[in-house]
Protein backbone atom coordinates (compact mmCIF):
# COMPACT_ATOMS: atom_id res chain seq x y z
CA UNK A 1 0.00 0.00 0.00
CA UNK A 2 1.75 3.32 -0.88
CA UNK A 3 -0.05 6.53 0.16
CA UNK A 4 1.14 9.78 0.71
CA UNK A 5 -1.00 10.73 3.49
CA UNK A 6 1.17 8.44 5.85
CA UNK A 7 2.44 10.97 8.19
CA UNK A 8 -0.57 11.52 10.75
CA UNK A 9 -1.68 7.86 10.98
CA UNK A 10 -0.33 5.25 13.39
CA UNK A 11 -1.91 2.12 12.56
CA UNK A 12 -2.15 0.96 8.76
CA UNK A 13 -5.44 1.02 6.70
CA UNK A 14 -8.02 -1.70 6.87
CA UNK A 15 -7.19 -3.83 4.02
CA UNK A 16 -11.30 -3.70 2.88
CA UNK A 17 -10.98 0.04 3.83
CA UNK A 18 -7.71 0.68 1.27
CA UNK A 19 -9.30 -1.61 -1.44
CA UNK A 20 -12.79 0.32 -1.10
CA UNK A 21 -11.27 3.94 -1.39
CA UNK A 22 -8.47 3.15 -3.84
CA UNK A 23 -9.06 4.63 -7.25
CA UNK A 24 -6.06 3.06 -9.59
CA UNK A 25 -7.84 0.43 -10.93
CA UNK A 26 -10.04 2.83 -13.09
CA UNK A 27 -8.15 6.76 -12.87
CA UNK A 28 -4.90 5.02 -14.58
CA UNK A 29 -6.61 5.61 -17.68
CA UNK A 30 -5.80 8.86 -17.28
CA UNK A 31 -2.39 8.80 -16.58
CA UNK A 32 -0.92 10.85 -19.35
CA UNK A 33 -3.16 13.98 -18.54
CA UNK A 34 -1.99 13.45 -14.97
CA UNK A 35 1.57 13.89 -16.21
CA UNK A 36 0.99 16.53 -18.92
CA UNK A 37 -1.04 18.70 -15.43
CA UNK A 38 2.30 17.93 -13.77
CA UNK A 39 4.89 18.98 -15.98
CA UNK A 40 2.50 22.37 -17.16
CA UNK A 41 2.71 22.79 -12.94
CA UNK A 42 6.38 22.37 -12.43
CA UNK A 43 7.09 24.56 -15.55
CA UNK A 44 4.81 27.44 -14.13
CA UNK A 45 6.62 26.78 -10.46
CA UNK A 46 9.76 27.44 -12.71
CA UNK A 47 8.77 30.74 -14.17
CA UNK A 48 7.53 32.02 -11.03
CA UNK A 49 10.24 31.13 -9.20
CA UNK A 50 9.36 28.69 -6.86
CA UNK A 51 11.24 25.68 -8.43
CA UNK A 52 14.91 25.90 -9.71
CA UNK A 53 15.33 25.49 -13.50
CA UNK A 54 17.17 22.27 -12.33
CA UNK A 55 14.62 21.15 -9.99
CA UNK A 56 11.97 21.74 -12.86
CA UNK A 57 14.31 19.99 -15.82
CA UNK A 58 14.56 16.88 -13.44
CA UNK A 59 11.11 16.99 -12.67
CA UNK A 60 9.83 17.25 -16.49
CA UNK A 61 12.58 14.71 -17.61
CA UNK A 62 11.75 11.73 -14.64
CA UNK A 63 7.66 12.33 -15.94
CA UNK A 64 8.68 12.02 -19.40
CA UNK A 65 10.05 8.72 -18.09
CA UNK A 66 7.43 7.47 -16.50
CA UNK A 67 5.43 8.06 -19.19
CA UNK A 68 7.47 6.54 -22.17
CA UNK A 69 8.02 3.60 -19.62
CA UNK A 70 4.20 3.17 -19.37
CA UNK A 71 3.71 3.27 -22.93
CA UNK A 72 6.03 1.01 -23.73
CA UNK A 73 4.89 -1.68 -20.64
CA UNK A 74 7.74 -1.39 -18.57
CA UNK A 75 6.07 0.12 -15.78
CA UNK A 76 3.34 -1.52 -14.64
CA UNK A 77 0.44 0.84 -12.98
CA UNK A 78 -0.33 -1.46 -10.45
CA UNK A 79 -2.84 -1.86 -7.45
CA UNK A 80 -0.45 -1.18 -4.62
CA UNK A 81 -0.83 2.32 -5.35
CA UNK A 82 -3.85 4.32 -4.17
CA UNK A 83 -4.90 6.34 -7.22
CA UNK A 84 -3.05 7.40 -10.48
CA UNK A 85 -1.21 10.83 -9.05
CA UNK A 86 0.30 8.85 -5.84
CA UNK A 87 1.73 5.99 -8.46
CA UNK A 88 3.44 9.14 -11.09
CA UNK A 89 4.44 10.45 -7.30
CA UNK A 90 5.78 8.02 -6.09
CA UNK A 91 7.82 6.99 -8.87
CA UNK A 92 9.20 9.84 -9.96
CA UNK A 93 10.77 10.17 -6.30
CA UNK A 94 11.99 7.03 -7.09
CA UNK A 95 13.77 8.24 -10.53
CA UNK A 96 15.02 11.47 -9.30
CA UNK A 97 15.03 11.28 -5.40
CA UNK A 98 14.81 14.81 -3.94
CA UNK A 99 13.78 16.80 -6.41
CA UNK A 100 10.63 14.80 -7.09
CA UNK A 101 9.12 15.38 -3.58
CA UNK A 102 8.88 19.07 -4.87
CA UNK A 103 5.90 18.19 -7.83
CA UNK A 104 3.25 18.66 -5.33
CA UNK A 105 3.96 22.02 -4.40
CA UNK A 106 1.19 24.65 -4.20
CA UNK A 107 -1.30 21.77 -5.51
CA UNK A 108 -3.65 19.23 -3.90
CA UNK A 109 -4.78 16.16 -5.60
CA UNK A 110 -8.73 17.78 -5.42
CA UNK A 111 -7.68 20.19 -8.08
CA UNK A 112 -5.09 17.93 -9.75
CA UNK A 113 -8.20 15.35 -10.08
CA UNK A 114 -10.59 17.77 -11.21
CA UNK A 115 -7.78 19.04 -13.76
CA UNK A 116 -6.98 15.30 -15.12
CA UNK A 117 -10.48 14.41 -15.24
CA UNK A 118 -11.38 18.13 -17.71
CA UNK A 119 -7.88 17.29 -19.49
CA UNK A 120 -9.35 13.37 -20.34
CA UNK A 121 -12.82 14.36 -20.98
CA UNK A 122 -12.24 17.54 -23.23
CA UNK A 123 -10.18 15.32 -25.40
CA UNK A 124 -13.43 12.88 -25.77
CA UNK A 125 -15.37 15.60 -26.26
CA UNK A 126 -13.53 16.03 -29.82
CA UNK A 127 -13.44 11.92 -29.91
CA UNK A 128 -17.20 11.85 -30.58
CA UNK A 129 -17.24 15.11 -32.67
CA UNK A 130 -14.84 13.24 -35.02
CA UNK A 131 -16.96 10.23 -34.93
CA UNK A 132 -20.19 11.98 -35.62
CA UNK A 133 -18.47 13.87 -38.39
CA UNK A 134 -17.26 10.69 -39.82
CA UNK A 135 -21.38 9.81 -39.70
CA UNK A 136 -22.80 12.67 -41.14
CA UNK A 137 -20.17 12.07 -44.20
CA UNK A 138 -21.79 8.65 -44.44
CA UNK A 139 -25.19 9.96 -44.05
CA UNK A 140 -24.46 12.56 -46.79
CA UNK A 141 -23.42 10.26 -48.95
CA UNK A 142 -26.38 8.08 -48.83
CA UNK A 143 -28.58 10.97 -49.45
CA UNK A 144 -27.00 12.29 -52.53
CA UNK A 145 -27.68 8.88 -54.33
CA UNK A 146 -31.21 8.84 -53.00
CA UNK A 147 -33.01 12.07 -53.94
CA UNK A 148 -35.45 10.14 -56.11
CA UNK A 149 -35.55 6.81 -53.82
CA UNK A 150 -39.03 7.16 -52.99
CA UNK A 151 -40.49 5.31 -49.64
CA UNK A 152 -43.50 5.74 -47.20
CA UNK A 153 -43.23 8.17 -44.69
CA UNK A 154 -44.69 7.37 -41.32
CA UNK A 155 -46.63 8.54 -38.16
CA UNK A 156 -47.63 6.17 -35.90
CA UNK A 157 -46.02 3.12 -37.88
CA UNK A 158 -48.55 3.66 -40.59
CA UNK A 159 -47.75 4.67 -43.48
CA UNK A 160 -48.79 8.63 -44.41
CA UNK A 161 -47.39 10.70 -47.16
CA UNK A 162 -44.53 9.25 -49.37
CA UNK A 163 -41.03 10.73 -48.96
CA UNK A 164 -37.55 9.94 -50.18
CA UNK A 165 -35.10 7.99 -48.68
CA UNK A 166 -32.64 11.06 -48.46
CA UNK A 167 -35.31 13.00 -46.89
CA UNK A 168 -35.51 10.44 -44.25
CA UNK A 169 -31.94 9.71 -43.54
CA UNK A 170 -31.70 14.16 -43.68
CA UNK A 171 -33.91 13.87 -40.43
CA UNK A 172 -31.12 11.90 -38.74
CA UNK A 173 -28.57 14.04 -40.54
CA UNK A 174 -30.31 17.11 -38.29
CA UNK A 175 -30.28 14.82 -35.40
CA UNK A 176 -26.24 14.03 -35.47
CA UNK A 177 -25.25 18.03 -36.37
CA UNK A 178 -27.25 19.15 -33.33
CA UNK A 179 -25.51 16.66 -31.24
CA UNK A 180 -22.00 17.86 -32.52
CA UNK A 181 -23.40 21.76 -32.14
CA UNK A 182 -24.24 20.50 -27.90
CA UNK A 183 -20.42 18.53 -27.92
CA UNK A 184 -18.79 22.18 -29.01
CA UNK A 185 -21.33 24.27 -26.25
CA UNK A 186 -20.09 21.75 -23.81
CA UNK A 187 -16.51 22.10 -24.88
CA UNK A 188 -16.23 26.00 -24.56
CA UNK A 189 -18.25 25.92 -21.29
CA UNK A 190 -15.41 23.74 -20.08
CA UNK A 191 -12.42 25.16 -20.87
CA UNK A 192 -10.96 26.60 -18.13
CA UNK A 193 -8.55 25.06 -15.76
CA UNK A 194 -9.17 24.30 -12.25
CA UNK A 195 -5.33 24.05 -11.24
CA UNK A 196 -4.20 26.03 -8.69
CA UNK A 197 -7.58 25.97 -6.86
CA UNK A 198 -5.62 23.95 -4.43
CA UNK A 199 -7.88 21.35 -1.60
CA UNK A 200 -10.15 24.43 -2.17
CA UNK A 201 -8.66 27.63 -1.27
CA UNK A 202 -5.97 28.71 -3.57
CA UNK A 203 -2.39 28.23 -1.96
CA UNK A 204 -0.50 30.62 -0.40
CA UNK A 205 2.50 30.34 -2.97
CA UNK A 206 2.51 32.55 -6.07
CA UNK A 207 0.99 30.49 -8.39
CA UNK A 208 0.32 31.94 -12.09
CA UNK A 209 -3.12 30.65 -12.90
CA UNK A 210 -2.82 32.19 -16.32
CA UNK A 211 -0.16 30.58 -17.40
CA UNK A 212 -0.59 27.15 -16.71
CA UNK A 213 -4.10 27.53 -18.22
CA UNK A 214 -2.23 28.72 -21.57
CA UNK A 215 -0.02 25.92 -21.32
CA UNK A 216 -2.68 23.33 -20.89
CA UNK A 217 -4.74 25.02 -23.50
CA UNK A 218 -7.70 26.46 -21.45
CA UNK A 219 -9.48 29.43 -22.11
CA UNK A 220 -8.28 31.24 -19.23
CA UNK A 221 -8.52 29.64 -15.31
CA UNK A 222 -11.53 29.35 -13.61
CA UNK A 223 -12.41 32.08 -10.93
CA UNK A 224 -13.57 30.05 -7.79
CA UNK A 225 -11.17 28.17 -5.97
CA UNK A 226 -14.18 25.86 -4.01
CA UNK A 227 -16.42 25.38 -7.29
CA UNK A 228 -12.85 24.38 -9.04
CA UNK A 229 -11.93 21.21 -7.12
CA UNK A 230 -16.18 20.19 -6.74
CA UNK A 231 -17.48 21.50 -10.63
CA UNK A 232 -18.33 18.17 -12.50
CA UNK A 233 -21.04 20.13 -14.20
CA UNK A 234 -19.08 18.83 -17.72
CA UNK A 235 -19.43 15.23 -16.77
CA UNK A 236 -22.57 15.81 -16.72
CA UNK A 237 -23.33 17.88 -19.92
CA UNK A 238 -21.18 15.57 -21.64
CA UNK A 239 -23.51 12.36 -20.90
CA UNK A 240 -26.25 14.44 -21.03
CA UNK A 241 -24.90 15.04 -24.84
CA UNK A 242 -23.91 11.69 -24.98
CA UNK A 243 -27.01 9.88 -24.06
CA UNK A 244 -29.05 12.20 -26.75
CA UNK A 245 -26.54 10.67 -29.30
CA UNK A 246 -27.58 7.25 -27.77
CA UNK A 247 -31.38 8.08 -28.37
CA UNK A 248 -30.65 9.04 -32.12
CA UNK A 249 -28.61 5.75 -32.48
CA UNK A 250 -31.40 3.84 -30.94
CA UNK A 251 -33.77 5.22 -33.12
CA UNK A 252 -32.19 5.08 -35.70
CA UNK A 253 -31.20 1.66 -35.05
CA UNK A 254 -34.84 0.47 -34.22
CA UNK A 255 -35.84 1.48 -37.90
CA UNK A 256 -33.39 0.06 -39.01
CA UNK A 257 -34.29 -3.23 -37.08
CA UNK A 258 -37.79 -2.81 -39.08
CA UNK A 259 -36.04 -2.53 -42.69
CA UNK A 260 -34.30 -5.27 -42.20
CA UNK A 261 -37.06 -7.66 -40.69
CA UNK A 262 -38.44 -9.97 -43.56
CA UNK A 263 -41.44 -8.34 -43.86
CA UNK A 264 -39.96 -5.36 -45.03
CA UNK A 265 -37.10 -6.02 -46.58
CA UNK A 266 -36.38 -2.48 -47.11
CA UNK A 267 -32.88 -2.63 -46.39
CA UNK A 268 -30.27 -5.64 -46.15
CA UNK A 269 -27.63 -5.53 -43.42
CA UNK A 270 -24.46 -6.54 -44.95
CA UNK A 271 -22.92 -10.31 -43.75
CA UNK A 272 -20.18 -8.16 -41.95
CA UNK A 273 -22.25 -6.71 -39.98
CA UNK A 274 -25.41 -9.49 -38.89
CA UNK A 275 -24.64 -12.36 -37.47
CA UNK A 276 -26.41 -15.96 -37.13
CA UNK A 277 -28.58 -18.19 -34.98
CA UNK A 278 -26.85 -21.35 -33.70
CA UNK A 279 -30.17 -22.96 -33.98
CA UNK A 280 -31.88 -21.91 -36.85
CA UNK A 281 -29.63 -22.25 -40.84
CA UNK A 282 -31.89 -19.57 -41.89
CA UNK A 283 -31.32 -16.48 -39.62
CA UNK A 284 -29.23 -13.39 -40.47
CA UNK A 285 -30.00 -11.28 -37.62
CA UNK A 286 -29.51 -7.27 -36.76
CA UNK A 287 -26.95 -8.36 -33.63
CA UNK A 288 -25.50 -4.89 -34.15
CA UNK A 289 -28.35 -2.36 -34.70
CA UNK A 290 -30.17 -4.06 -31.27
CA UNK A 291 -27.00 -4.05 -29.21
CA UNK A 292 -26.45 -0.07 -29.75
CA UNK A 293 -30.25 0.09 -29.09
CA UNK A 294 -29.75 -1.67 -25.51
CA UNK A 295 -26.50 -0.06 -24.73
CA UNK A 296 -28.31 3.18 -24.41
CA UNK A 297 -29.84 2.41 -21.48
CA UNK A 298 -26.41 1.87 -19.68
CA UNK A 299 -25.00 5.43 -20.92
CA UNK A 300 -28.52 6.90 -19.52
CA UNK A 301 -27.45 5.15 -16.22
CA UNK A 302 -24.26 6.65 -16.10
CA UNK A 303 -25.75 9.97 -16.65
CA UNK A 304 -28.40 9.45 -13.94
CA UNK A 305 -25.73 8.38 -11.53
CA UNK A 306 -23.50 11.04 -11.35
CA UNK A 307 -26.41 13.29 -11.82
CA UNK A 308 -27.61 11.53 -8.15
CA UNK A 309 -23.77 11.13 -6.84
CA UNK A 310 -23.85 15.16 -7.10
CA UNK A 311 -27.14 16.06 -5.78
CA UNK A 312 -26.23 15.70 -1.93
CA UNK A 313 -22.32 17.01 -1.53
CA UNK A 314 -21.93 20.12 0.13
CA UNK A 315 -18.92 22.19 -0.82
CA UNK A 316 -16.10 21.97 -1.55
CA UNK A 317 -14.22 18.38 -2.51
CA UNK A 318 -15.83 14.97 -1.21
CA UNK A 319 -15.15 11.81 -1.81
CA UNK A 320 -18.54 11.01 -3.54
CA UNK A 321 -16.52 12.17 -6.24
CA UNK A 322 -14.66 9.75 -7.07
CA UNK A 323 -17.94 7.95 -8.60
CA UNK A 324 -17.23 10.34 -11.69
CA UNK A 325 -14.94 7.94 -13.19
CA UNK A 326 -15.88 4.46 -14.05
CA UNK A 327 -19.62 4.93 -15.08
CA UNK A 328 -18.48 7.82 -17.65
CA UNK A 329 -15.48 5.78 -18.68
CA UNK A 330 -17.53 3.61 -19.67
CA UNK A 331 -20.32 5.50 -21.60
CA UNK A 332 -17.44 7.54 -23.67
CA UNK A 333 -16.19 4.13 -24.78
CA UNK A 334 -19.48 3.11 -25.47
CA UNK A 335 -20.82 5.96 -26.99
CA UNK A 336 -17.16 5.96 -29.88
CA UNK A 337 -17.83 1.84 -30.28
CA UNK A 338 -21.53 2.52 -31.23
CA UNK A 339 -20.75 5.80 -33.58
CA UNK A 340 -17.67 3.68 -35.37
CA UNK A 341 -19.96 0.44 -35.51
CA UNK A 342 -22.89 2.66 -36.63
CA UNK A 343 -21.38 4.10 -39.53
CA UNK A 344 -20.03 0.82 -40.60
CA UNK A 345 -23.25 -0.64 -40.42
CA UNK A 346 -25.20 2.18 -42.53
CA UNK A 347 -22.23 2.43 -45.12
CA UNK A 348 -22.51 -0.94 -45.99
CA UNK A 349 -26.13 -1.64 -46.05
CA UNK A 350 -27.72 -2.25 -49.34
CA UNK A 351 -31.30 -0.06 -49.47
CA UNK A 352 -33.74 -2.36 -51.87
CA UNK A 353 -34.60 0.86 -53.73
CA UNK A 354 -37.95 -1.04 -55.77
CA UNK A 355 -39.14 -2.78 -52.86
CA UNK A 356 -39.43 0.84 -50.78
CA UNK A 357 -40.93 2.52 -53.74
CA UNK A 358 -43.59 -0.25 -54.12
CA UNK A 359 -44.14 0.23 -50.49
CA UNK A 360 -44.97 3.62 -51.11
CA UNK A 361 -47.65 3.27 -53.89
CA UNK A 362 -49.72 0.99 -51.70
CA UNK A 363 -51.10 1.75 -48.17
CA UNK A 364 -52.64 5.41 -49.30
CA UNK A 365 -49.89 7.57 -49.23
CA UNK A 366 -51.09 9.73 -51.95
CA UNK A 367 -54.68 9.83 -50.05
CA UNK A 368 -54.07 13.52 -48.58
CA UNK A 369 -52.89 14.08 -52.31
CA UNK A 370 -56.09 13.16 -53.37
CA UNK A 371 -57.97 15.32 -51.21
CA UNK A 372 -56.17 18.16 -52.43
CA UNK A 373 -56.63 17.56 -55.86
CA UNK A 374 -60.21 17.62 -55.50
CA UNK A 375 -59.81 20.94 -53.47
CA UNK A 376 -57.88 22.39 -56.57
CA UNK A 377 -61.28 21.86 -58.60
CA UNK A 378 -63.65 23.88 -55.94
CA UNK A 379 -64.31 20.75 -53.43
CA UNK A 380 -64.15 21.88 -49.51
CA UNK A 381 -61.26 20.42 -47.95
CA UNK A 382 -63.69 18.61 -45.22
CA UNK A 383 -65.85 17.21 -48.22
CA UNK A 384 -62.59 15.98 -49.79
CA UNK A 385 -61.44 14.39 -47.22
CA UNK A 386 -64.92 12.33 -46.71
CA UNK A 387 -64.94 11.53 -50.53
CA UNK A 388 -61.26 10.44 -50.17
CA UNK A 389 -62.26 8.45 -47.03
CA UNK A 390 -64.86 6.41 -49.01
CA UNK A 391 -62.71 5.76 -51.85
CA UNK A 392 -59.98 4.08 -49.89
CA UNK A 393 -62.92 2.03 -48.21
CA UNK A 394 -63.85 1.30 -51.86
CA UNK A 395 -60.39 0.50 -52.79
CA UNK A 396 -59.64 -1.82 -49.52
CA UNK A 397 -62.51 -4.12 -50.34
CA UNK A 398 -61.29 -4.49 -53.79
CA UNK A 399 -57.25 -4.80 -52.91
CA UNK A 400 -56.16 -2.35 -54.93
CA UNK A 401 -54.66 1.13 -54.88
CA UNK A 402 -56.20 4.55 -55.38
CA UNK A 403 -54.55 5.03 -59.14
CA UNK A 404 -56.00 1.82 -60.42
CA UNK A 405 -59.28 2.54 -60.00
CA UNK A 406 -60.80 3.36 -63.40
CA UNK A 407 -62.12 6.86 -63.88
CA UNK A 408 -65.95 5.49 -64.03
CA UNK A 409 -65.05 3.91 -60.74
CA UNK A 410 -63.57 7.43 -59.54
CA UNK A 411 -66.67 9.27 -61.29
CA UNK A 412 -69.11 7.28 -59.46
CA UNK A 413 -67.71 8.36 -55.98
CA UNK A 414 -67.67 11.84 -56.89
CA UNK A 415 -68.65 13.20 -60.27
CA UNK A 416 -65.35 15.64 -59.64
CA UNK A 417 -62.56 13.78 -60.69
CA UNK A 418 -61.49 13.79 -64.41
CA UNK A 419 -58.43 11.93 -66.44
CA UNK A 420 -55.93 14.59 -64.90
CA UNK A 421 -55.90 12.76 -60.98
CA UNK A 422 -53.62 10.15 -62.36
CA UNK A 423 -51.09 12.27 -62.73
CA UNK A 424 -52.00 14.47 -60.08
CA UNK A 425 -51.34 11.54 -57.73
CA UNK A 426 -48.79 9.50 -58.98
CA UNK A 427 -45.78 9.42 -56.48
CA UNK A 428 -43.13 11.14 -58.26
CA UNK A 429 -45.80 14.17 -58.34
CA UNK A 430 -46.89 13.23 -54.58
CA UNK A 431 -42.86 13.65 -53.67
CA UNK A 432 -41.86 16.04 -56.43
CA UNK A 433 -44.27 18.70 -55.17
CA UNK A 434 -43.54 19.43 -52.15
CA UNK A 435 -40.33 22.07 -52.39
CA UNK A 436 -41.04 24.11 -49.36
CA UNK A 437 -37.74 24.41 -47.41
CA UNK A 438 -37.09 21.03 -45.65
CA UNK A 439 -39.50 19.12 -47.41
CA UNK A 440 -38.87 16.16 -49.48
CA UNK A 441 -39.24 17.22 -53.50
CA UNK A 442 -35.95 16.63 -55.02
CA UNK A 443 -35.02 20.09 -55.97
CA UNK A 444 -35.69 21.39 -52.29
CA UNK A 445 -33.65 18.32 -50.66
CA UNK A 446 -30.73 19.44 -52.87
CA UNK A 447 -30.80 22.55 -51.51
CA UNK A 448 -30.85 21.55 -48.30
CA UNK A 449 -27.95 19.25 -49.35
CA UNK A 450 -25.77 21.45 -50.72
CA UNK A 451 -26.02 23.38 -47.38
CA UNK A 452 -24.99 20.58 -45.51
CA UNK A 453 -22.15 19.95 -47.46
CA UNK A 454 -20.98 23.33 -46.52
CA UNK A 455 -21.66 22.79 -43.20
CA UNK A 456 -19.11 19.97 -43.14
CA UNK A 457 -16.67 21.43 -45.24
CA UNK A 458 -17.43 24.20 -42.00
CA UNK A 459 -17.29 27.27 -44.90
CA UNK A 460 -20.82 29.28 -43.66
CA UNK A 461 -20.89 27.70 -40.69
CA UNK A 462 -21.27 30.06 -37.38
CA UNK A 463 -21.55 29.72 -33.70
CA UNK A 464 -25.19 28.55 -33.86
CA UNK A 465 -25.31 26.68 -36.59
CA UNK A 466 -28.06 27.84 -38.61
CA UNK A 467 -27.02 28.54 -42.28
CA UNK A 468 -27.83 32.12 -43.65
CA UNK A 469 -30.13 31.19 -46.26
CA UNK A 470 -32.55 29.58 -43.83
CA UNK A 471 -32.39 31.98 -40.66
N1 LIG B 1 -9.08 9.57 -6.32
C1 LIG B 1 -9.61 10.83 -5.95
C2 LIG B 1 -10.80 11.20 -6.85
O1 LIG B 1 -10.94 10.58 -7.81
C3 LIG B 1 -8.55 11.88 -6.07
C4 LIG B 1 -8.75 13.03 -5.18
C5 LIG B 1 -8.43 12.66 -3.80
N2 LIG B 1 -8.59 13.72 -2.90
C6 LIG B 1 -8.79 13.54 -1.62
N3 LIG B 1 -8.94 14.55 -0.87
N4 LIG B 1 -8.87 12.33 -1.11
O2 LIG B 1 -11.56 12.06 -6.60
Given at each position: MAQLWGGRFTRETDKLVYNFNASVSFDKKFYRQDIEGSIAHVVMLEKQGILTKEEKDEIVKGLTGIRQDVENGVLQITEEYEDIHSFVEANLIERIGEAGKKLHTGRSRNDQVALDMRLYTRAEVLAADELLKELLETLLHIMEENIETYMPGFTHLQKAQPVTLA?????????????????????????????????????????????????????????????????????????????????????????????????????????????????????????????????????????????????????????DMQEDKELTFDAIDTVKGCLALFEGMVRTMKFNRQIMEKSAMMGFTNATDAADYLVGKGVAFRDAHGIIGKLVLYCIDKKCSIDDMTIEELKSISPVFSEDIYEK????????????????????????????????????????????SLS
Open positions: HHIGAYFEMFKRDRLRLRDIYGRMNYCPLGAGALAGTTYPLDRYYTASLLGFEAPTLNSMDSVSDRDYVIEFLSALSTIMMHLSRFCEEIIIWNSNEYRFVEIDDSYATGSSIMPQKKNPDIAELIRGKTGRVYGALISILTTMKGIPLAYNKISLKTCVEKRLTVGAPGSEAMRRVIQLEKEYLTGDWYHEMGIPE
